[in-house]
Nanobody, 122 residues
């Protein structure tokens, strides 16, 4: 079972940037796709970005394309979410997830981290 710990959340002004990190433990980390989800108050959790086990497959929520970038470092068992041009619709608790990313682009969620809060001030 993969265990995940997120970090890097915080308060940033609109238009600013943050980089979230998801540190994984367990020998199977490199064999799992890793995704970032977010959940704002009163809203459903939504998939923001996912990275396959290699560099060949990544998917993004339409509203973050061109602003967010997901990257992984298997040597460090870490996945990053670089968030630029943060907007008022981006604040949420961001969760890391280890699951399966299919060729179709569908993602099947697995183990969750505890989440990290992102707040954007206008």
């Amino acid at each position: 079972q993969v265990q995940l710990v997120e970090s890097g959340g915080g308060l940033v002004q609109a238009g600013g940037s943050l980089r979230l990190s998801c540190a994984g433990s367990g020998s199977t980390f490199s064999r799992r796709a890793i995704a970032w989800y977010r959940q704002a108050p009163g809203k459903q959790r939504e998939l923001v970005a996912a990275h396959g086990t290699s560099g060949f497959k990544m998917i993004y929520l339409d509203s973050v394309k061109g602003r967010f970038t997901i990257a992984r470092d298997n040597a460090e068992n870490t996945v990053y979410l670089q968030m630029n041009s943060l907007q008022p619709e981006d604040p949420a608790v961001y969760f890391c997830n280890a699951g399966t990313l299919f060729v179709s682009g569908a993602y099947s969620a697995g183990a969750w981290g505890q989440g990290t809060q992102v707040t954007v001030s206008s």
